[in-house]
């Protein structure tokens, strides 16, 4: 479906989930995170971390840890409690929250009543104007109960850790979950009123094969998946050092790999799902990201694609990161030194960066060229990156008319590697990515 041209994925690229990326955060002024909160108006998006599983995935990059400590766990709970209550006092009283995230780790490695406590800290602290719910969940550590506080919490989207279906695949990357398991835990969900709800699948995996791919995402059609995200593995021990763990030795290669996003890219396509980039997926016709989609305003943050048009998201809990126009933000990643911060009532910022106009253009050129396909250039982006695109407008991958900039449908898989073309610090970065399918 797609032209294979192995020479245009050959370089890694980030994800984009924000520009500048986390590889070029550093130090930042001590006040510049509380005079960002100051100045903040309207309305709002938060997204609080939860760097606890109850058991770790070979393959995750996620900054988590264990659960089974529990002192270590209601202690990081409260923490994050008085970060609540410090970044709410710290905001003007106008300013309105419309979206919240629960994300991890596992928001269900806390207790149903460890959670709905949490829920009504940022009740009693934020003004919630009746904002959109979503969480993350693993299924291996759901129950009926948890099922009860997302029910409790009004909670409508919720996003599952599926990966694989395939049982070898899931014993090699340390994930075993059976299909009852996730059945049992689609079905408290839709109980519970939870009308979105996303399943994470992976392709790249270790002794994975194109049948296997096939017959996941067919299970997660039938199992009702309004929403789907198909990413590739991406094996980087010197990263990750958890990956370690995971046998490499019969990974698929790089041609495989760009043969299994084809795949998942047409089967999804033909069966009633609305792309979303070139490996998510939203079911057409109901679910919000769909018309997202269909009416250009797909967005991208630290959670990926998104309809939430927010312009500031605040982070909450360790290693989360805010977005503000002109800054990014990153917690204390030390779960340990994020408790100690926040035990003196201090915010909890590590490192982040001051976005400048000229980065602020560009984060706006990658986001809707990832999200749209699309992009209109000022002179200045056009004369930098016109001579290093003509290796995809002459494949026939991208074209450019004027100042626009379009992503053709054969260009899809190649959109990250055409966004980088906007991203200076990339040439000066030593810093590791995947690749790009």
Known sequence: MWPYHPDLLATPVPRYTSYPTAAEFGPIAPDAYRSALEGVTGEISLYL???????????????TGVAARRQRLESYLGALEREIALVAATLRQSTRVRRISFGGGSPNAL??????????????????????????LDPRTMTAEFAGAVRETGIT?????????????QQAIGRVQPEEVIVRTVDWLRDAGVTSLNFDLMYGLPGQTADDLRDSLQRTRVLGADRVALFGYAHVPH?????????????PDVAKRFAMAALGYEYFCTHGYVPVGFDHFARAGGDPLAHAAVAGMVHRNFQGFTDDDAEVLIGLGSSSISSFPHLLVQNEKNSGRYRMLLSQDCLAPERGIVRSAADQERARVIEQ??????????????????????????????SLEGDWLTIEADGLPYARTIAALFDPYRAASQARFSTAV
């Open 49 to 63: 971390h939860i760097p606890f599983c109850d058991t770790i995935c070979y393959y995750c990059g996620c900054n």
């Open 111 to 136: 207790s149903p009543e460890e959670f709905l406590r949490l829920f009504s800290t940022l009740d009693r602290h934020f003004h919630l104007a009746s904002p959109v719910l979503s969480t993350e």
């Open 157 to 169: 989207r919720a996003s599952l850790g599926v990966q694989t279906f395939a049982a070898h695949c």
């Open 239 to 251: 990263v990750v050092p958890r990956q370690k763990a995971v046998d490499a030795r019969n990974m």
């Open 369 to 398: 060229l990832l999200c749209s396909g699309h992009a209109r250039l000022g002179p200045a982006l056009l004369a930098a990156v016109s001579g290093r695109l003509c290796p995809f407008t002459v494949r026939g991958l991208a």
